[in-house]
């Protein structure tokens, strides 16, 4: 009797489901089929079983000028053997960091490393009410802020949930999720009401400045100037999320491109192109009540400013300062990418919104115009999951999960993104064939 082999990504996810619940370590790596890579190079991954993927999942964004870049690895090389961690005092790298941090990011007088955007939003959500002395923290629906208990609520929210107590994890304290309220991106009104509500208890605005954790969402230039404006007459913060938009859509995140200085900025993922390694910088006055300073604030962390992770930030932030034709070269293949696709929705007359920015690109299943999460209420999840699913059937990952961006890094190519336009196309045509678009 024949054999068949089972296949290794199976293979690999049942053993790693004996030993790690559900087979992963962050929930959203299982996207309802296993998935086991084993190589990593430039704009492509291989996963257990040999296929190759064009890569637009990009580590949820963490990567940015592709995999294994030579230059990142290289400084990761030297750096291995060097200084290796020592928790105690500063090193030269944590000095170059932070001077790039403050040379790059347009509000930044000073930055403190940390290891995860989580941690990064988490101590500008205490600071922000150390330094107000106000309880509430305003965040909008869809954006998402990391795991812990103040942020972690509305952010894929179903119809029913959207804008009322929709908590992502059992076992956070109902006054923590209360003391955190909602409101709807690209509408200051929504805003202006929760102040009206709440007078002089809002210690904080926190934002994506473009809500990437639901696909793009792209601010209005009044909306993000009345967002500064509004939190400075009321005595709040206005606290830019940039873990997705810094470093990926210009070397000062996208606070550079609107031109606006929010309080405190956090950052991760891209700046270390993978490696883990987080921020927060702001105003001096606001970054010295951290206790390292002599403070009230707790600043504490064994593996802030980890000289391999550090080592890795320069490199990839020395690389993005220095070669500014990176971005023009992005933006112009996600333009190619967004273009195409629009393109080819149209021919096909299926209903969708093509948008993103830079390099960030997103087909939603809806009729236009998009404006805040609201609109996305109506977006065809079952139609949004089956492209991407599709697409990486067909060997360009794009992550099998509504709402989730793709990402072209450095690495990407014109020609790759002729032969995703087409492979889409066919994807497409097959979808409406069967009547799931
Ligand atoms: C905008 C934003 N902020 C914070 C975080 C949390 O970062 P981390 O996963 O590094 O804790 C994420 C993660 O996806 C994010 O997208």
Not at 144 to 149: E, K
Not at 385 to 405: E, N, Y
Request: charged share 20%; net charge negative; proline share 5%.
């Amino acid at each position: 009797m024949p054999t068949t082999s089972k296949p290794a990504g199976l293979a690999r996810h049942e053993a790693a489901s004996a030993v790690i619940p559900g087979g992963v370590n962050s929930a959203t790596r299982y996207v309802g089929a296993p998935f086991a890579l084993t190589a990593a190079s430039g704009a492509y991954v291989t996963d257990a079983d040999g296929q190759r993927y064009l890569d637009y999942h990009a580590a949820f964004g963490a990567i940015l000028l592709g995999h294994n870049a030579p230059v990142v690895n290289d400084a990761v090389c030297e750096a291995i053997g060097g200084l290796d961690l020592t928790g105690i005092g500063v090193t030269d790298a944590e000095i170059e960091l932070a001077r790039l941090v403050t040379e790059l990011i347009p509000s930044a007088e000073q930055m403190v490393a940390a290891t995860s955007g989580s941690e990064a939003t988490a101590q500008a959500v205490r600071l922000a009410r150390a330094v107000t002395g106000r309880r509430y923290i305003v965040k909008f629906q869809g954006g998402f802020h990391g795991w812990h208990d103040a942020v972690a609520r509305n952010v894929i929210s179903s119809p029913d949930r959207a804008y009322g107590p929709d908590p992502l994890s059992a076992g956070i304290l109902d006054e923590v999720l209360d003391a955190t309220l909602i409101a709807e991106f690209n509408d200051l009104e929504s805003v202006r009401a929760l102040y009206e509500t709440h007078p002089e208890q809002i210690a904080a605005v926190i934002l994506e400045p473009i809500p990437h954790n639901v696909g793009a969402l792209v601010p209005t230039q009044e909306f993000a100037e009345g967002l500064r404006a509004l939190t400075t007459e009321q005595g709040s913060l206005l606290v830019f999320d940039e873990v997705i938009t810094g470093f990926r859509h210009a070397p000062g995140g996208y606070q550079q491109v609107c031109g606006i200085n929010p309080d405190l900025t956090t950052f991760g993922k891209a700046m270390a192109n993978g490696y883990p390694i987080a921020g927060i910088s702001g105003r001096r006055d606001l970054m010295q009540r951290f206790s390292s300073a002599g403070g009230d604030v707790l600043l504490a962390g064994t593996y802030n400013g980890h000289p391999v992770c550090a080592a890795a930030a320069i490199a990839t932030m020395t690389y993005l300062r220095d070669h500014p034709d990176f971005y023009e070269r992005t933006h112009r293949l996600g333009d190619r990418m967004r273009t195409g696709l629009a393109n080819i929705l149209e021919e096909l007359d299926v209903p969708g919104v093509v948008t993103g920015f830079g390099g960030v690109f997103v087909v939603y299943f809806v009729d236009g115009p998009i404006r805040g999460y609201r609109e996305l209420l109506r977006n065809n999840h079952a139609a949004y999951v089956a492209f991407h699913r599709r697409m990486t059937q067909a060997g360009f990952l794009m992550l099998p999960m509504s709402l989730k961006r793709n990402h072209i890094s450095g690495a990407h190519t014109g020609d790759d993104i002729d032969r995703t336009l087409e492979a889409a196309r066919d994807v497409l045509k097959g979808m409406r064939a069967e009547g799931i678009i």
